[in-house]
């Protein structure tokens, strides 16, 4: 098999299981957290930094769901089973960037990856996140290719695949619908705030020796609770958050 297939091939089955990347990830995280200390022996300074990395990784959710809110139906999907496309998105985010949404899952990760204090880590893991993306953004370009041939060849050429190119800026096709974008990305505002609440307990687990739960943190994670329960009951129950075209 030729590389460009195998590869192709790779990023195909990549793709399918992209949501179990995390729990891979999380056995790293917890024998990089084995030895963990609050910075200069401070609690406060430690929630202060904790904030620090949820902003950042609140970052890359915000450029998700700027790029869902804007994004017609049948495109940035969540889909596994296979590449979706019925549209090429060319304007708004897709016209700086070619993989905003990976972009976005880039910041969420570099976020949890400080809350380790370790650099060496957080390497490791933006080139396991390369490593990983790049095989799944090859399969969708190819996906792309072959569905969209010489209007993809153009965009492409003159688009950045994850590095922003803020010049090339064109304004979104549609306009931005909140209910559309909460759909889409409400599971991953939970995925964060349970992520960062589980580490929290996980390192206060070794540096204590003892299950402790910090009182910040079941506020944060009680509030994401709430908003991802609520938001799945008028999912399921309603028409609410349906957006014609969507």
């Given at each position: 098999m030729a590389l460009k297939e195998e590869f192709k091939k790779r990023g195909d089955w990549l793709f399918r299981w992209r949501s179990y990347l995390p729990l891979f990830l999380l056995a790293l995280f917890i024998v990089a957290l084995k030895n963990f200390k609050?910075?200069?022996?401070?609690?406060?300074?430690?929630?202060?930094?904790?904030?620090?990395?949820?902003?950042?990784?609140?970052?890359?959710?915000g450029i998700r769901i700027y790029t869902t809110g804007h994004a017609p139906r049948g495109t940035s999907g969540g889909n596994t089973k296979g590449q979706v496309a019925s549209v090429l998105n060319t304007s708004g985010m897709y016209s700086?960037?070619?993989?905003?949404?990976?972009?976005?899952?880039?910041?969420?990760?570099?976020?949890i990856s400080l809350l380790i204090r370790l650099w060496?880590?957080?390497?490791?893991?933006?080139?396991?996140?390369?490593?990983?993306?790049?095989?799944?953004?090859?399969?969708e370009e190819e996906f792309l290719r072959e569905k969209f041939g010489e209007s993809f060849t153009k965009w492409a050429e003159k688009t950045p695949a994850f590095f922003p190119k803020f010049k090339n800026w064109i304004k979104p096709d549609l306009s931005f619908s909140l209910k559309a974008a909460i759909n889409r990305e409400y599971s991953t505002f939970f995925?964060?705030?349970?992520?960062?609440?589980?580490?929290?307990?996980?390192?206060?687990?070794?540096?204590?020796?003892?299950?402790?739960?910090?009182?910040?943190?079941?506020?944060?994670?009680?509030?994401?609770?709430?908003?991802?329960?609520?938001?799945?009951?008028?999912?399921?129950?309603?028409?609410?958050?349906?957006?014609?075209?969507r």
């Open positions: 609050y910075p200069y022996n401070d609690q406060k300074m430690d929630q202060l930094w904790e904030i620090l990395c949820l902003t950042i990784s609140f970052v890359g959710l700086i960037v070619r993989h905003p949404l990976y972009l976005g899952i880039f910041f969420i990760w570099l976020g060496w880590f957080s390497i490791i893991i933006i080139l396991l996140f390369w490593i990983y993306y790049e095989k799944i953004m090859f399969a995925a964060i705030i349970v992520t960062f609440s589980l580490l929290d307990v996980i390192s206060e687990f070794f540096l204590n020796g003892r299950l402790v739960f910090d009182r910040m943190w079941i506020m944060i994670f009680s509030f994401g609770l709430m908003i991802y329960l609520i938001v799945r009951i008028i999912k399921k129950y309603t028409t609410l958050l349906k957006v014609e075209g």
